[in-house]
């Protein structure tokens, strides 16, 4: 039976078939992923178009297409929702129907060849529980297995920069939306706590690499090929997550202000051909230790 690449001796880890795939097919299986997931950010999910599966693998495609990404969207800075906002990109996330807290995930991923502007993820994240309002009670759990190339400029090795975060929402004491504490890891009040910056050997964009993380009680350890390249303790990640494999617009695209992505003007004629771009995936599987 296959088991994580960076399992010991004697250890025994149980597949979770609902939340892996090996992507052997010639379709994308909705039965195991969402099909139209909610969106979040200043980009559109679109999954019919975006997520393709064939040859053994999956791809999730990033597109400039000025008519599909528009859409309500929600600004962050405003605080205002609008109708058929003007957005710019489509892409696509296979987020798992099923949800799972303690165990081991692991995927094979080659990133998309675009450096800056797009990110290549692989996390695990929970629903917002606005209803919890004890002061400190946990709303939100999120696991960043890796997120790739989102550096927004172009320094010599950024593009090797793997990033493996940690992402929480506490309550304040206070109900609903204003009693959201969100604790980012790009605060340095929690850098040490939920930051891990890895600078890889390799280019993630050009070949396959493995990248691993165990969740349990006790703490979270993440590991690139089998090599652990970073150990936090685990505080505030107990709460039943979603596995979620996405390609994210990033800076000069987008940028994060105001606790969101913003909208930036639209693209040139030039830049706009630098779409389409796409990451693939070889597998993903969740194991749960016996």
């Given amino acids: 039976m296959v088991q994580p690449i960076s399992a010991v001796s004697g250890e025994k880890w149980e597949l ?74 489509t892409s696509a996330i296979l987020k798992s129907h099923k949800t799972g807290t303690y165990g081991y995930y692991e995927a094979r991923i080659k990133g998309a060849p675009l450096f800056p502007g797009v990110s290549p993820a692989f996390w695990m994240y929970s629903s917002i529980d606005d209803s919890l309002v004890e002061e400190g009670a946990v709303r939100y759990s999120e696991v960043d297995v890796v997120e790739l190339t989102q550096r927004g400029n172009r320094v010599e ?36 706590s939920q930051r891990n910056e890895y600078h890889a050997p390799f280019d993630p964009r050009i070949d396959f690499h493995v990248y691993g993380c165990e969740v349990n009680k006790e703490e979270i350890v993440w590991y690139v090929d089998g090599v652990e390249v970073g150990r936090k303790t685990n505080k505030f990640w107990h709460r039943p997550m979603n596995v979620a494999l996405s390609l994210g617009i990033r800076n000069p695209y987008t940028i994060f202000k105001c606790n969101g992505f913003a909208v930036p003007p639209k693209l040139t004629k030039e830049e706009q051909k630098k779409f389409p771009v796409a990451m693939e995936v070889d597998y993903v599987r969740v194991w749960k230790k016996e």
């Avoid at 997520?51 to 605080?79: N, P, Q």
């Avoid at 309550?171 to 959201?180: D, Q, V, Y």
Wanted: charged share 35%; aromatic share 12%.
């Fill in 157 to 192: 090795g950024n593009e090797r920069i793997t990033d493996h975060n940690l992402h929480a929402i506490t309550s304040n004491g206070k109900p609903g939306n204003r009693g959201r504490n969100w604790m980012r890891p790009n605060n340095p009040k929690y850098y040490e």
């Fill in 16 to 89: 979770q078939e609902n939340r892996s795939d090996e992507f052997n097919d010639t379709e994308v299986d909705y039965k195991k992923w969402q099909k139209n997931p909610t969106h979040v950010q200043t980009w559109t999910w679109d999954n019919k178009n975006n997520a393709v599966e064939g040859d053994g693998i999956v791809k999730l495609i990033a597109r400039f297409d000025d008519e599909g990404a528009d859409r309500r969207f929600f600004d962050s800075c405003t605080k205002e929702s609008t109708p058929d906002y003007d957005l710019f990109f």
